[in-house]
Structure formats: structure tokens, C-alpha cells
């Protein structure tokens, strides 16, 4: 079923909902302005601007309803844009909309519509606070990073942007997750057609309209006075790669550590990187399915205080493409309405030459304001 027609399924219900009995309509709504100066050696002043703002922004419309204790379930479409934000990567560019339907039961949870995939959604990883994080890191959009390209010039992926798995990004798909036991949840996801532009695929790639799946495991666990969760996860897409990924997120009290880790590979099945360029499918587009990446950090929160220092690294199996970005953000929260960012950040990319517009680094200082409804 094309999501056009689920959208329109789903708008046409709206008034027939809000009229039922028994129905539990919610809207709501977050929208940000970041202001970032960077500053960067010599050799790379001509990549990026030293100020730039950008903004973004989304709402959430939803209408649950409970049989009883044990069933119920909700039709959800959120909406959301962004302004000059350096990767257009919302399902289309520079906005976008997620619809999707989910189902509880004491056999577990049914979810059908456009969502991240069941690794997505167990991943912990490394503490992030603020607007700022180190997953399909948001410092982008002030020192750009060669190695990950999603606009209307093209899409190339040169190094992995996350330690979870996103190659399908939120992609229309079916989820299940189990019932929790022994405060452990398996979860399963597939995916008819794995092209989505919150993900890593080039829609001119032969295997952009395959599909695939993902599986993943999570558990949250109490030893005395310390909370341990943690995620393991795989993935394989049609011709495309596998994909393993791991989180792990250890907390007491106001502190938590954690780290994540994912590896992509090609196999005998899988189609072979293209060595033929064009201007929408450029050199290495698709070099994420043979990588790695990693993540850890620490986070502290107080009060209505948030604050992490973290690290993401990813690295190209065959390539010298790497990624380095340290982030230390912040965030305090005045009310239920408002509240503030504060971030500074580092960060090193290296492509596969030495040439200036293939390489960037520099630092990064930002702050901002964010307004909820």
C-alpha cells in the first residue's frame, strides 16, 4: 500500500475520531532556533560559513483508544521541517511526515506506518543532552562533513552517521515487539522497500526498492543501586549489506555512562560497491555498507539541568574515510514551554584524498532556544 493513500486514510478519519466516545486526542508540538559560529584552520575556510542559524520543527497529532487494561491503540502523523539545515534528510527534504498506527496487547505491540526500525528504538548509546548529539550529529549543519551528502545535488554516505541502525530510516515497514520478560523484549521489523531519505540509500542504487529486516534484542536490568540497559541488534537488506550494532547504558543516580558500536559488511550476495560516478550518484556514495562506527560518552542531570560530554567515531572498512566529533551540550529548562541550549564541539573528516573540499574540521560553538506546546 502506497503511504499516500494511507496519509489520506488517516486525515479522513480525523473528524469521525475526534467526535467518538472513548477517544483520547493529543496534539503537540516542539519548534528551535540553534545560532552556531564556527571556526576553522585556514586550509578550510571556504567550506562552511563562520555564523549560520538554523531552525526546525514538529507536530504531533494523535488519537488513542482503550478497550480495556490489557488492549488498546492509536493512529498517529507527525509533521516536521528544518531551515538551512545542512542535510535534507526529512522524507521530503527539507520537511517531512511520519504516519503510522500502533496496536498493544498482553501479546506484545504491533506498529505499521513509517517509523524506525525495532534497533532504532532500543539503541541507548552515548548520554546526549540538549540540541546538539553525535548520532547523525546535528554539528553538521555548522562544520559540514563531506562524507555524508543528502540534498537535490545527491545522496552519498561515505562513512556510517550513527551506531544504530538507519539505513532504512523511517521507511513504511511492520514492527512487532514482544512482550516484556524478565524485563527483556525481542523485536522484529520488516521492511518491503528500504529507500527512505531519513535513511542512507542513493534512490538510484539497483537495490534502493528492496527490502529487508531487523532484529533486535533489549534489556533493562537493576543490580542494587546501579541501572544497566542495553541493546544488541542485526539487520540485512536485500543486495544491499548486514548490519550488526550493540548499545549498552549504565546509570546512578543524576550520572549515566553508555556506548555503541555498529559494523556494516558485504557478503557473496550482496551487489558490489559501484566504481561509475555521476553528479546524483558521486564517488563512494555508498560506502557505509562496509564500516564501522562507535560512540561513548557521559551525562550528568539535575534538576531542570542536563548536561553530556560525548564521542562518535566511524570508519570506512576499504577507504580512509573517517569521522571524529566530540560534543559537549547542554540544556536547561525554564517551564514545560522553554528552554535553552548550549553546546561546543570539535570535529575531524577526513576523506579519501587530501584535497581541502573533500576534508573538513574545525569548532563549533552554538546556543539556542527551544519552545514546546
Sequence with gaps: MKIKYFLFALIAL???LAAAGGWDIDVSGHAQGIYGYSHRPRRFKSNDKNNHIVGQGDVSFSAAYSFDDDY???INFDVMGGIDQELKDYNQGAWGEEAYVIADSPYGRLMLGQTFNVDAQFHEGAPEAGAIGINNSEVVDFIRNPNWQRN????RFATLNTTYINT?????????????FYNTMLGLTYVPDAYNRRGLVNKRASYSHDGGFVAALYSAQEFGKFKLNGSLGYAEFHDNDKEMSASLRLSRGNVSIGGGWRKTYIDGRDKQRRIEVSEQMPLLFDNYREGQAWDIGVGYEIGPFKTALSYFESKAERTSNKDKITVFSNQYQFNQYAEVYLAAAHVDFEGADKAPADNNQGYAFMAGIGLNF
Design 152 to 155: 537535490s545535488r545527491g545522496t
Design 14 to 16: 480525523f473528524p469521525s
Design 168 to 180: 532504512d530510516g523511517v521507511a513504511p515497514k511492520v514492527s512487532y515487539i514482544s512482550p516484556s
Design 72 to 74: 488498546s491503540a492509536s
